[in-house]
Structure formats: structure tokens, C-alpha cells
């Protein structure tokens, strides 16, 4: 069980959870496309947590797009959850290609610890949701609660976790409905 009355910040994982996936990645402002009700559900969220984001973008390092058709697509994604009301507190990204090395891409715990940081935030006050096995690993290596939603990846991800004691939720409008 999650004490949300413990936690300070959510960080959410973007692709799959906020916007919709696509094995292609998503390569622009016009592909990015939010997922029925998660703009709504973070706007309901920013009222009793900080709201960030965590999420590896290697089609920056793979060449399908740049650091600034990124930038165009999180402007997107900040006008649309301003027209709802909400907003995101911070995000973090890797840019990396998986063969880079680099010491932030998931599931990797960097990008969760600097957000914690900033928020001055100990792993037990910060929750992460996302879609994909590396969001699991990653929350695991960072030591905070962990949600799986099913949207995006995360149906496949239930199964390559099975057996795995996960907190389990349709989609991030349905864990908003649920702490309400
Ligand atoms: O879910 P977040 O972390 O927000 O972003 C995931 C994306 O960066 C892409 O991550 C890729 O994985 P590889 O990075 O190629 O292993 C693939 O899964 C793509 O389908 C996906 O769009
Ligand atoms: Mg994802
Ligand atoms: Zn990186």
C-alpha cells in the first residue's frame, strides 16, 4: 500500500503514461499526443504534490530528433496542461543512446535522485509512475514506491514483471481517481 499522505513529489515517466508510445518514438510536437485524461489527472495532482517528469529520449541520440524539437514538444505539452489547469514542476531527461554509457538514462536512479534534490525529498517521499521494466528497475534502484500503469508499454511490461510484487493501476487518470 502507498501512505500518500508521506509523499512529496510524483515523478512521472512521459512516454506511455502521459503521451501515447510508439515503437517508432516519438519524434515531434505533432506526434506527441497526450493519453485521454492524464493532462486533467496532473492538474489534479499539482493541488498535494510536486509533478515532475523522468523519462529517456534516445532518439536524441539515435538521430530521429533534436534537443529542440524535444524543447517543442514539451511547450506542447506545457500549453495543454495549462489549458487544464496544471503543470509540470520539473523534468529531467537523458538524451543518450543506450550505447553512450552515460550515467542518467533509466533504469538508472540519477534523474530520480536529482529531482528528489531539488524537492529536498528522501526516496520515501517520492513516487514513481511509468510503463516500461526499466521505469520498475529504476524506482527499485532509487528505493521509492512504484505504480505500473497499463497504458503505453505496460502491458507487456506486466508480463515480463510477472510474479513481481507491483502495485498495479489502469492508467494515471485511474491512480488520480483513486487518491481523490
Ligand atoms: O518512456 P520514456 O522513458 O518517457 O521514453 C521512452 C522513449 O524514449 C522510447 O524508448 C525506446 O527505448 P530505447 O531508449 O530505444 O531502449 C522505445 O521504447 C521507444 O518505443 C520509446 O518511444
Ligand atoms: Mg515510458
Ligand atoms: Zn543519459
Not at 93 to 119: S, V, Y
Not at 139 to 148: H, S, T
Request: aromatic share 6%.
Amino acid at each position: 500500500m502507498i501512505d500518500w499522505a508521506n509523499k512529496k513529489v510524483i515523478i512521472l515517466d512521459r512516454d506511455g503514461v502521459i503521451n501515447h508510445d510508439s515503437d517508432a518514438y516519438v519524434k515531434s510536437a505533432d506526434e506527441w499526443k497526450p493519453i485521454a485524461g492524464s493532462l486533467a489527472a496532473i492538474a489534479k495532482l499539482n493541488s498535494r504534490f510536486k509533478v515532475a517528469v523522468s523519462t529517456n529520449q534516445s532518439g536524441i541520440g539515435r538521430g530521429f530528433y533534436d534537443e529542440s524539437v524535444l524543447d517543442d514538444m514539451h511547450q506542447k505539452m506545457a500549453t495543454l496542461l495549462s489549458e487544464k489547469g496544471g503543470h509540470i514542476d520539473h523534468i529531467e531527461f537523458c538524451p543518450h543512446h543506450p550505447d553512450d554509457g552515460c550515467d542518467c538514462r533509466k533504469p538508472k536512479p540519477t534523474m530520480l535522485k536529482r529531482i528528489a534534490e531539488i524537492f529536498s525529498a528522501t526516496p520515501d517521499e517520492v513516487i514513481f509512475v511509468g510503463d516500461s521494466k526499466s521505469d520498475y528497475e529504476c524506482a527499485e534502484n532509487f528505493g521509492c514506491d512504484f505504480i505500473l500503469v497499463l497504458t503505453g508499454k505496460g502491458l507487456k511490461t506486466l508480463d515480463k514483471l510477472a510474479g513481481k510484487d507491483l502495485l498495479v493501476e489502469k492508467s494515471l487518470a485511474k491512480i488520480v481517481e483513486e487518491i481523490a
